[in-house]
T-cell receptor, first 115, second 112 residues
Framework: DAMVIQNPRYQVTQFGKPVTLSCSQT?????MYWYQQKSSQAPKLLFH???????NEADTPDNFQSRRPNTSFCFLDIRSPGLGDAAMYLC??????????????FGQGTRLTVV | DAKTTQPPSMDCAEGRAANLPCNHS???????VYWYRQIHSQGPQYIIH???NNETNEMASLIITEDRKSSTLILPHATLRDTAVYYC?????????????FGTGTRLQVFP
C-alpha cells in the first residue's frame, strides 16, 4: 500500500497560473520534504517541515510556497509558474527523531508541465 | 553537510556483484552514510545506511572504511531491475538538521 501519496501524477498548468501539488502520508511522520527534480538531475531540496516548523532552503525562489495543515498533508504552491519550473516534484517523509536518523520514504512524484 | 563524490556511471553484468564507491572525506563524527536509488520515473528508494560498522540487509551491503572517508555499496547479484541512479548521502543525526541532500549519484547500468 502506498504510504506517501502524491496527486496528481501528471499536472499541466498554464504559464503564470497558480498551481498546487498535494502530498499525503499514512506514516504519521514528523518530517515532510518537497524536492524539485529536473531532467537528468538529482532531486533538489526546496523546503521541509519538522512538525509545524517550516525550513526553507536559501536558494528556493519566493515563487514556491508550502503549507502543512496537519501531520498527514503537505502542499506545494507555485504562485506564478514559469517554463523553468517544469519538473518532477517529489514529496518525502521521515520520522526525524533522534537518536539516529531514520530512512525517508518518497512518493512517486508529480510531473509538472508548464505550457 | 559533508559532500560526496561518486563516479557518474558504471556498468555491471547481470548476476555479478555491483560495487558502487563513494568518497566522503569531510564526513564528521555525527554523520551517517545513506544510500538511495532512483529507478527511472519513480521516487527515490532507501537502500541502507550506516555510521561506522559494515551493514547488510536484504537489498545490499554497505562497507565503510575505518577512517569513514569512503564507503562502497555492494549489490551481490545484480539484476536488470537494479538499473538505476544510486545516491550516496551523508546526513547528520541532529534533531534540528534533518535534511536529505542528494549529490549527483552514479548511474548503474546492468546488462544481460
Amino acid at each position: 500500500d502506498a504510504m506517501v501519496i502524491q496527486n496528481p501524477r501528471y499536472q499541466v498548468t498554464q504559464f503564470g497560473k497558480p498551481v498546487t501539488l498535494s502530498c499525503s502520508q499514512t506514516l504519521n511522520h514528523n518530517v515532510m520534504y518537497w524536492y524539485q527534480q529536473k531532467s537528468s538531475q538529482a532531486p533538489k531540496l526546496l523546503f521541509h517541515y519538522y512538525d509545524k516548523d517550516f525550513n526553507n532552503e536559501a536558494d528556493t525562489p519566493d515563487n514556491f510556497q508550502s503549507r502543512r495543515p496537519n501531520t498527514s498533508f503537505c502542499f506545494l504552491d507555485i504562485r506564478s509558474p514559469g517554463l523553468g519550473d517544469a519538473a518532477m516534484y517529489l514529496c518525502a517523509t521521515s520520522r526525524g527523531t533522534s537518536p539516529g536518523v531514520p530512512e525517508a520514504f518518497f512518493g512517486q512524484g508529480t510531473r509538472l508541465t508548464v505550457v | 553537510d559533508a559532500k560526496t563524490t561518486q563516479p557518474p556511471s558504471m556498468d555491471c553484468a547481470e548476476g555479478r556483484a555491483a560495487n558502487l564507491p563513494c568518497n566522503h572525506s569531510t564526513i564528521s563524527g555525527n554523520e551517517y552514510v545513506y544510500w538511495y536509488r532512483q529507478i527511472h520515473s519513480q521516487g527515490p528508494q532507501y537502500i541502507i545506511h550506516g555510521l561506522k560498522n559494515n551493514e547488510t540487509n536484504e537489498m545490499a551491503s554497505l562497507i565503510i572504511t575505518e577512517d569513514r572517508k569512503s564507503s562502497t555499496l555492494i549489490l551481490p547479484h545484480a539484476t536488470l531491475r537494479d538499473t538505476a541512479v544510486y545516491y550516496c548521502i551523508v546526513r547528520p543525526r541532529s534533531y534540528n538538521t534533518d535534511k536529505l541532500i542528494f549529490g549527483t549519484g552514479t548511474r548503474l547500468q546492468v546488462f544481460p
